[in-house]
Nanobody
Protein backbone atom coordinates (compact mmCIF):
# COMPACT_ATOMS: atom_id res chain seq x y z
CA UNK A 1 0.00 0.00 0.00
CA UNK A 2 1.40 3.36 -1.03
CA UNK A 3 0.36 7.00 -1.13
CA UNK A 4 1.98 9.14 -3.78
CA UNK A 5 1.76 12.90 -3.32
CA UNK A 6 2.42 15.19 -6.28
CA UNK A 7 1.67 18.65 -7.61
CA UNK A 8 4.01 20.74 -5.53
CA UNK A 9 6.11 23.50 -7.03
CA UNK A 10 7.17 27.11 -6.80
CA UNK A 11 4.64 29.90 -7.15
CA UNK A 12 4.38 33.56 -6.33
CA UNK A 13 2.15 34.81 -3.55
CA UNK A 14 -1.45 34.87 -4.67
CA UNK A 15 -0.97 31.90 -6.96
CA UNK A 16 -2.59 28.49 -6.94
CA UNK A 17 -1.55 24.86 -6.87
CA UNK A 18 -3.43 21.58 -6.83
CA UNK A 19 -1.87 18.72 -4.93
CA UNK A 20 -2.81 15.12 -5.63
CA UNK A 21 -2.50 12.02 -3.49
CA UNK A 22 -2.86 8.75 -5.35
CA UNK A 23 -3.33 5.52 -3.44
CA UNK A 24 -2.10 2.22 -4.76
CA UNK A 25 -2.72 -1.18 -3.29
CA UNK A 26 -6.07 -0.12 -1.87
CA UNK A 27 -8.53 2.73 -2.35
CA UNK A 28 -9.29 3.84 1.25
CA UNK A 29 -12.91 4.34 0.19
CA UNK A 30 -14.05 3.62 3.75
CA UNK A 31 -11.36 5.67 5.44
CA UNK A 32 -10.70 9.30 6.20
CA UNK A 33 -7.77 10.96 4.45
CA UNK A 34 -5.86 14.11 5.25
CA UNK A 35 -3.16 16.61 4.36
CA UNK A 36 -0.45 17.80 6.70
CA UNK A 37 2.53 20.09 6.14
CA UNK A 38 5.91 20.72 7.66
CA UNK A 39 7.79 23.96 7.21
CA UNK A 40 11.56 24.11 7.75
CA UNK A 41 12.36 24.13 11.45
CA UNK A 42 8.75 23.55 12.45
CA UNK A 43 6.66 20.59 13.47
CA UNK A 44 4.28 18.92 11.08
CA UNK A 45 0.80 20.41 11.29
CA UNK A 46 -2.70 19.62 10.11
CA UNK A 47 -3.95 21.32 6.94
CA UNK A 48 -7.12 19.57 5.77
CA UNK A 49 -8.96 16.28 5.94
CA UNK A 50 -11.96 14.68 4.32
CA UNK A 51 -14.39 12.13 5.66
CA UNK A 52 -14.60 8.62 4.26
CA UNK A 53 -17.85 9.63 2.49
CA UNK A 54 -16.25 12.66 0.92
CA UNK A 55 -18.99 15.03 1.99
CA UNK A 56 -17.41 16.47 5.14
CA UNK A 57 -14.18 18.47 4.88
CA UNK A 58 -12.11 19.76 7.78
CA UNK A 59 -9.67 22.67 7.56
CA UNK A 60 -7.07 24.32 9.72
CA UNK A 61 -7.91 27.93 10.53
CA UNK A 62 -4.75 29.07 8.76
CA UNK A 63 -5.98 27.80 5.38
CA UNK A 64 -9.75 27.98 5.73
CA UNK A 65 -11.32 29.80 2.79
CA UNK A 66 -8.23 29.33 0.62
CA UNK A 67 -8.06 25.56 0.17
CA UNK A 68 -10.48 22.83 -0.82
CA UNK A 69 -9.99 19.15 -0.13
CA UNK A 70 -11.77 16.57 -2.28
CA UNK A 71 -11.49 12.96 -3.30
CA UNK A 72 -12.21 10.96 -6.43
CA UNK A 73 -13.09 7.43 -5.47
CA UNK A 74 -12.87 5.98 -8.98
CA UNK A 75 -9.21 6.98 -9.11
CA UNK A 76 -8.44 6.40 -5.46
CA UNK A 77 -7.12 9.95 -5.32
CA UNK A 78 -7.44 12.87 -2.93
CA UNK A 79 -6.81 16.48 -3.95
CA UNK A 80 -5.93 19.73 -2.25
CA UNK A 81 -6.73 22.83 -4.27
CA UNK A 82 -4.80 25.75 -2.82
CA UNK A 83 -5.56 29.33 -3.83
CA UNK A 84 -4.32 32.73 -2.70
CA UNK A 85 -1.10 31.14 -1.55
CA UNK A 86 1.05 33.00 0.96
CA UNK A 87 4.77 32.72 1.74
CA UNK A 88 3.83 31.15 5.07
CA UNK A 89 2.29 28.24 3.15
CA UNK A 90 5.78 27.18 2.13
CA UNK A 91 6.28 23.63 3.39
CA UNK A 92 6.47 20.01 2.42
CA UNK A 93 2.94 18.69 2.15
CA UNK A 94 2.13 15.12 3.15
CA UNK A 95 -0.99 13.14 2.46
CA UNK A 96 -2.19 10.48 4.83
CA UNK A 97 -4.88 7.84 5.17
CA UNK A 98 -6.40 6.28 8.23
CA UNK A 99 -6.77 2.58 8.86
CA UNK A 100 -9.92 3.23 10.88
CA UNK A 101 -13.19 2.60 9.08
CA UNK A 102 -15.51 5.59 8.98
CA UNK A 103 -14.85 9.11 10.23
CA UNK A 104 -13.94 10.12 13.75
CA UNK A 105 -14.50 13.87 13.87
CA UNK A 106 -12.59 14.12 17.15
CA UNK A 107 -9.44 12.53 15.75
CA UNK A 108 -9.51 13.37 12.06
CA UNK A 109 -7.26 16.42 12.52
CA UNK A 110 -4.68 14.49 14.55
CA UNK A 111 -1.59 12.90 13.01
CA UNK A 112 -2.03 9.90 15.28
CA UNK A 113 -5.27 9.04 13.44
CA UNK A 114 -3.35 8.21 10.27
CA UNK A 115 -1.44 5.05 9.50
CA UNK A 116 -0.32 5.52 5.91
CA UNK A 117 1.75 8.47 4.72
CA UNK A 118 2.94 9.71 1.36
CA UNK A 119 6.49 10.87 0.73
CA UNK A 120 5.68 14.58 0.63
CA UNK A 121 5.65 17.22 -2.08
CA UNK A 122 7.34 20.59 -1.67
CA UNK A 123 5.40 23.83 -2.05
CA UNK A 124 7.39 27.06 -2.18
CA UNK A 125 5.61 30.42 -2.22
CA UNK A 126 7.66 33.52 -2.89
CA UNK A 127 6.65 37.02 -1.90
Amino acid sequence: VQLQASGGGSVQAGGSLRLSCAASGRTFSRNAMGWFRQAPGKEREFVAAISYSGNRPYYADSVKGRVTVSREYAKGTMYLQMNSLKPEDTATYYCAASEAVGTNRFLITSQTHYHYWGQGTLVTVSA
